[in-house]
C-alpha cells in the first residue's frame, strides 16, 4: 500500500434536525473550515442527532485500504431507523463554496468500493435507542489503477418515515450529513491569488481586506495564509492568520478579513502570503494604502492655522 493522508476535522457537530416533508430532501452548504447541513422546517415533531465529525479529508495514492471513524448520536428520546446514503456534489458556480448536488442514478463507480459499516459489517441502515451513540466505520478500498481524480461526496443518514399524529395527511423525514472530500493519486498543487485587495484611502479602523484564491490544480486545497501589515518606517505592527478554507479543483475561493488598531495615520504596507501545500508553492503580494482621519486632520489643520496667525500678529506687534 502507499503512503496515503488522512485528515479528519473532528470537532463535535451537535445540530438539531426538524423533520421535513416526504417530497423534499436536504441541502448542503460547504463553508469556511467544514461542510454543514441545513433542512428545511415544518410543523412537526423534530428530530435531534449529533454526528462527528462534519468532515473527512482523504488523500491517498491507490492501491488503498482505509477505515475512518464515523459517531453518530441520537439525542432525542424516541428509537430512530437511519436509511445510510452516499450523495456525490460538484463545485457550485458561486465563490463562497456552495455545492450542487448531482441528482442522476449513475454515481462514480469508485462508490461501489465505499461502504459505511457497523460492527466490521457493511451496511445501508442503522438503528438508534433513544440518548444512544453509535461508532461506525467509513470503509475505503481503493483499487490499483484507480485514476487520479477528487470525489466530492456526503454520507447522509436519513430517518425512515415517521408518522405524526397532528399531520395524518403527511409522513416526515429529517437528515444529517458528514461529508467527505477524496482525493486519489497525487498532483502539483497549482493555484493563484486571483485578487488581493483593501481601499486605497480610509478615514479610521478597522481596514477590510478581499482575498479570492484560484485553485488551478485537480485536486482539493486547504491553503494557509497570513497577512502582514507594516507603517511608513517598515516595522511590522499588525498580523492576521486566515481561516484555513477548503478550495475545490478547478474553483476559487472567496474569503474577506478585517484589521483593527486603536489608533491609524498614515501610509501603510499590507503583504499577504499564502502557501497551497506542505510542498508549495508559496506565493506573495502587496498592496497598500492610506489612513487620515478627517476629523484629527481638520483639527490638526485648524491648529497650525491658529498658530500661523498668532505668529503673524507677533510679528505685526513687534514691526510697531
Request: aromatic share 10%; with cysteine.
Amino acid at each position: 500500500m502507499k503512503s496515503q493522508r488522512l485528515k479528519v476535522k473532528d470537532q463535535k457537530f451537535k445540530s438539531k434536525l426538524i423533520p421535513i416533508c416526504r417530497d423534499y430532501f436536504l441541502i448542503v452548504f460547504l463553508t469556511f473550515d467544514f461542510l454543514f447541513l441545513t433542512l428545511g422546517k415544518v410543523d412537526a415533531a423534530e428530530l435531534s442527532l449529533g454526528i462527528s465529525p462534519p468532515i473527512i479529508e482523504i488523500q491517498t495514492e491507490p492501491p488503498a485500504v482505509i477505515n475512518t471513524p464515523i459517531t453518530i448520536e441520537n439525542h432525542a428520546d424516541e428509537t430512530v431507523t437511519l436509511e445510510i446514503l452516499l450523495k456525490p456534489f460538484t463545485p457550485g458556480k458561486g465563490e463562497f463554496g456552495e455545492v450542487a448536488y448531482l441528482w442522476d442514478k449513475n454515481p462514480p463507480l469508485i462508490f461501489q468500493n465505499i461502504k459505511v459499516r457497523e460492527n466490521g459489517k457493511a451496511t445501508d441502515e442503522i438503528i438508534l435507542a433513544p440518548r444512544q451513540k453509535k461508532n461506525l466505520s467509513l470503509h475505503f478500498d481503493i483499487p490499483k489503477g484507480e485514476p487520479s481524480s477528487d470525489y466530492y461526496f456526503s454520507v447522509v443518514f436519513i430517518s425512515k418515515n415517521i408518522v405524526n399524529a397532528g399531520l395524518s395527511h403527511s409522513q416526515i423525514r429529517g437528515a444529517i450529513a458528514t461529508n467527505v472530500l477524496l482525493s486519489v493519486g497525487t498532483g502539483k498543487s497549482i493555484g493563484k491569488i486571483a485578487e488581493f485587495s483593501a481601499p486605497l484611502f480610509l478615514e479610521k479602523q478597522p481596514v477590510p481586506f478581499t482575498i479570492r484564491l484560484k485553485n488551478e490544480g485537480k485536486h482539493f486545497i486547504t491553503p494557509q495564509g497570513t497577512i502582514l501589515i507594516t507603517n511608513i518606517f517598515g516595522k511590522t505592527i499588525g498580523e492576521l492568520n486566515l481561516l484555513p478554507v477548503n478550495i475545490l479543483a478547478d474553483t476559487t475561493r472567496f474569503q474577506k478579513t478585517v484589521w483593527t488598531e486603536p489608533f491609524l495615520f498614515g501610509p501603510y504596507t499590507a503583504t499577504l502570503t499564502i502557501i497551497f501545500s506542505d510542498k508549495g508553492p508559496i506565493l506573495v503580494e502587496t498592496i497598500r494604502f492610506l489612513v487620515l482621519p478627517m476629523q484629527a486632520f481638520i483639527g490638526l489643520a485648524i491648529i497650525v492655522f491658529i498658530i500661523l496667525g498668532v505668529k503673524k500678529r507677533l510679528k505685526t506687534h513687534r514691526e510697531h
